[in-house]
């Protein structure tokens, strides 16, 4: 994201501008159709960047068609709140009796958690520098940022954090996030058990105006011997979830996750349906690139796509035990950061999105 923050933020400070941004979410998005008020269609949406010295920031973004601009449209930009982790050591009246929070804490990966509870907004999950998992509470259509829980579980620096959801017939729609660290452990947690209001889940923090504790994750595993740079999933026919994993190491990590409910009287102290994580398979790709795995997507049950700083788009067919290789590429973008995908059309097949030093685009036909 070096290469793009002075373009996303051209009016942000000059302390801000010389920071990388390491985290960059859209909270969501909406399309302006246009009406006898507003004939100029546009799209609009809420972005929450992240980076170095522990500062969060939301922005409002909105582009309309504009004739008279090379691209034809205009990018406006608003800041809507800020978040620091020292602002509460600000606050303090004896704050020189206190810890401050370490000025190097950096925000290493971010993931967007929508919740179905009326009343609250969007979680946004941040992995640490300092070893903790953070989750601030977008409020006020994001005029307000707030951190409301935090864990230190994983003790040493967590690289990536990712949140997906769990639907079943006749049964409640779970939000489960999944955090990764550099000694190549992976924790899911139960966002939708923690956020219930007589849930005690959360632990209440040790002194007002701290943020609550998150208690211990539903599932750890030891997926690879050291960081974990890339992670994704994706839900299958049968319910389950298939998880994929990329290292330092240029190793590949896919497994099968089951999300099984246990009935009222099978979870001891808690108010309806408890989720148990399990793991049915799962099979390694030692030396699947040459460097770093920073990039990696689940496009269907049996096609997967990893992208490293070896500068290689590699794709892998899924469903018939170990990842088998199925055809690679080489892209131009160095020290490749991130990699999104979409489904483009039945004829186009997929479209991939490398972003590093540059940004540069593919399509893959299957």
Not at 4 to 31: F, K, M, N
Not at 32 to 44: E, H, K, M, R, V
Request: net charge negative; proline share 7%; aromatic share 6%.
């Amino acid at each position: 994201m070096d290469a793009l923050e002075d373009y996303v933020w051209p009016r942000a400070t000059s302390e801000l501008i010389l920071l990388p941004v390491t985290g960059l979410e859209c909270v969501g998005d909406r399309l302006l159709a246009g009406g006898p008020q507003d004939p100029q269609p546009g799209l609009t949406a809420h972005v929450v960047s992240a980076g170095g010295r522990a500062e969060m920031h939301c922005f409002s973004i909105m582009v309309t068609p504009d004739p008279s601009t090379p691209s034809r449209l205009a990018c406006h930009v608003m800041h809507l709140s800020s978040h620091r982790l020292d602002e509460y050591w600000d606050r303090q009246r004896n704050r020189h009796r206190m810890v401050k929070v370490d000025p190097e804490t950096r925000y290493m990966s971010l993931a967007v958690c929508e919740l179905d509870q009326p009343g609250l907004g969007p979680l946004v999950a941040a992995a640490c520098s300092d070893g903790a998992v953070r989750l601030f509470l977008l409020q006020d259509s994001g005029r307000i940022l707030q951190l409301l829980a935090e864990t230190f579980h994983h003790k040493r620096c967590v690289l990536k954090v990712h949140s997906f959801t769990h639907e079943a017939p006749n049964q409640r729609r779970r939000l489960l996030l999944c955090s990764a660290a550099t000694d190549g452990s992976l924790a899911f947690w139960d966002l939708t058990t923690m956020l219930d209001h007589d849930s005690t889940v959360l632990e209440p923090p040790v002194d007002p105006g701290l943020p609550y504790r998150l208690g211990t994750p539903s599932l750890t595993l030891q997926a690879h011997s050291c960081g974990i740079n890339s992670l994704h999933t994706l839900p299958t026919r049968e319910g389950h979830h298939l998880v994929a994993s990329g290292s330092e190491d240029g190793s590949l990590h896919v497994f099968v996750l089951a999300v099984e409910m246990l009935q009222l009287e099978e979870a001891v102290g808690e108010a309806g349906l408890v989720p148990q994580l399990r793991v049915l398979e799962e099979y390694s790709v030692p030396c699947a690139h040459a460097a770093h795995v920073t990039g990696l997507k689940i496009l269907s049950p049996s096609i997967m796509v990893s992208a490293s700083i070896d500068q290689r788009l590699t794709f892998w067919r899924l469903g018939h035990g170990e990842p088998t290789f199925m055809n690679s590429t080489v892209f131009h973008v160095p020290d490749v950061a991130d990699m999104d995908c979409w489904p483009v059309s039945p004829e186009f097949g997929h479209r991939c999105a490398l972003g590093g030093q540059g940004l540069e685009v593919y399509n893959w036909y299957d």
